[in-house]
């Protein structure tokens, strides 16, 4: 069996593309919607100003555009994974240049630069491909809304989907 088909790891995957989806979703509707999405074992949670009623809307077209086939929404340009490649591939660019031991540290800054920049530009579709082939899995038959709670804590409006499959 193959390491992402292991059950949980799955299962996460696919609660990792429906928090995409749905973002998506809401943010076509409303392009000045400030969201953070993050994907837990049991479904996602959506950290912004929104209505419960739009989240439970845009998780249920979400759900119904993942399962027609539009494999687009599990990707999201802004995902964590996109964050982490470019940090993981800025640092290793940064360490292996300063590995060399042949300049003082000020005289490699410019290669540290370029090796970093360089980095970055890489890590924007390498975190996206990532995305697609291994943080997220659009293939969400069986999967369905069990339920969406709305919590407020101090100035933070937070709204949990929780998801069940079978």
């Not at 998780?59 to 399962?67: D, G, S, V």
């Not at 539009?70 to 993981?88: D, F, I, K």
């Not at 540290?112 to 038959?141: H, K, R």
């Not at 369905?144 to 499959?165: C, F, N, P, S, Y």
């Amino acid at each position: 069996m193959n390491i992402l088909e292991i059950p949980f790891i799955a299962a996460i995957r696919q609660n990792h593309a429906l928090e995409h989806a749905t973002i998506h979703v809401l943010t076509q509707r409303n392009p000045y919607l400030r969201l953070v999405g993050r994907t837990t074992p049991r479904g996602f949670l959506i950290y912004g100003e929104v209505d419960t009623e739009l989240v439970t809307e845009a998780a249920a077209e979400a759900l119904t555009r993942l399962q027609s086939g539009e494999r687009g929404l599990a990707v999201h340009p802004r995902c964590g994974t996109n964050l982490a490649t470019a940090g993981v591939l800025a640092g290793l660019s940064a360490f292996a240049v300063t590995s060399v031991r042949s300049k003082s540290r000020l005289a490699k800054l410019p290669q540290i630069l370029l090796a970093t920049t360089a980095a970055i530009i890489v890590a924007q579709p390498l975190g996206l491909a990532l995305q697609e082939y291994l943080t997220t899995s659009p293939q969400v038959e069986g999967v369905r809304i069990a339920k969406i709670t709305r919590q407020v804590m101090g100035r933070i409006t937070v709204h949990r989907v929780d998801l069940e499959r079978g």
